[in-house]
């Protein structure tokens, strides 16, 4: 991942299956689904809920974004939780969402400050004892029986149990893992490379020709009589051209969102820190004010998004999930202020296609 600041290139991500031992914690591993691998393995944030239904939320996805103007983000990896619960998944909210920021200097009491080595086997730092064995999270609440296993909540504990920690917490064997289905999502490499284009601004300019010229026909058609006659009662004309209006913009956005990604379809994030996200509507774009500051006074700058086409990847569908999203765009603080070893809250917008696109 670029490791500077506001730059003019866009970074594209891509999802590719890998070996899961790469994507632990010592690798500093970009990734979707699994469980977190987490940076900082102290202070891991806690009780963190879905603030529609309470439950506890699913990770899925973190990106490893170090800063280089600041030494304590040496490391920098922000990590993306939602709630699996399909009606949680509200039109244009973000309410299902969690964001936080972990960071380390280059010295720290976790990792070498040299990089992993592949081929010298190192074995990263371990903190499963105190994990939720479903999930990942946390896991204060142990097994009455065994307590060895640990859950970060009463829901996972259940889980658990229907799914063979029944047996395995009495054949004294609880250190198993546990592998539910349709709990995580599929775990997947986060790869990134720079975007490149085949002629996008030629294909703009002519979009906005060809769109104008509609347009001007189209008031050209109100301004003619033909068009009383056609009106649906109880409509005026003016009524009629704000619609019109609104429809032609909103087109142009999604035209000029599908125009930027048709040379690579399949790309799932956009990494474009301090730029401007690429936006699948022009319904629900915030204004700056709708981006809350850092608690540090900082603002909160873009810094990347996450691509609709990534749901295909994390087999939402056949479960009857409706998980669904146009794009959510991630702001964290301008500054990465120095957080200890604490994970920091940072903030999602989610914008979802307009209503006719979906
Ligand atoms: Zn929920
Ligand atoms: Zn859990
Ligand atoms: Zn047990
Ligand atoms: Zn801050």
Redesign the pocket.
């Known amino acids: 991942m670029a490791a500077n600041g506001a730059n003019d290139n866009v970074e594209l991500g891509f999802l590719e299956e890998t070996s899961p031992d790469f994507l632990r914690s010592h690798y500093f591993p970009s990734k979707v689904g699994g469980k977190p691998s987490w940076l900082s393995l102290n202070h891991l944030p806690i009780d963190i809920n ?1 603030k ?2 309470g ?1 506890p939320v699913i990770f899925l996805m973190q990106v490893y974004s170090p800063d280089d103007n600041v030494s304590s983000a040496f490391h920098r990896t922000i990590f993306v939780f939602v ?1 699996r ?1 399909p009606g ?1 998944s509200e039109r244009n909210s973000n309410l ?1 969402f969690v964001v936080f920021r972990s960071q380390l200097p280059r010295q720290n009491e976790f990792y070498s400050p040299d990089p992993p080595n592949e081929k010298v086997a190192t074995p990263g730092p371990s903190p499963d004892a105190d994990l939720c064995r479903v999930c990942g999270l946390l896991g204060p609440k142990r097994c009455a029986k065994c307590h060895s296993a640990s859950y970060c909540s009463k829901e996972h504990q259940v889980i658990d149990w229907k799914n063979g920690h029944k047996t395995a917490c009495s054949s004294k064997d609880a250190s198993g893992k546990t592998i539910v289905k349709g709990v995580l999502f599929p775990e997947l490499e986060l790869i990134t490379e720079p975007e490149e284009l085949d002629d996008v601004s030629t294909d703009d300019e002519c979009d906005t020709k060809g769109e104008n010229e509609k347009w001007q026909e189209y008031k050209d058609f109100l301004k003619s009589d033909k068009a009383d006659s056609l009106l649906p009662d109880g409509a005026s004309k003016n009524e009629l051209e704000k619609m019109a209006t609104s429809e032609s913009v909103d087109d142009k956005v999604f035209r000029k969102f599908k125009e930027r990604i048709k040379t690579n379809p399949d790309q799932v994030l956009r990494y474009h820190k301090g730029g401007q996200p690429l936006w699948v509507s022009v319904d629900h774009i915030p204004e700056e004010t709708d981006i809350p500051s850092c608690s540090c006074g900082a603002k909160r700058q873009f810094e990347f998004q996450v691509m609709p086409q990534m749901l295909s990847h994390l087999q939402v569908d056949q479960l009857g999930d409706s998980l669904d999203w146009g794009t959510l765009c991630v702001y964290t603080c301008s500054n990465s202020c120095q957080i200890g070893n604490s994970y920091h809250p940072e903030f999602i917008w989610k914008q979802d296609y307009a209503a006719e696109k979906q």
């Open positions: 879905c529609t239904c439950k709630c619960n949680c299902n």
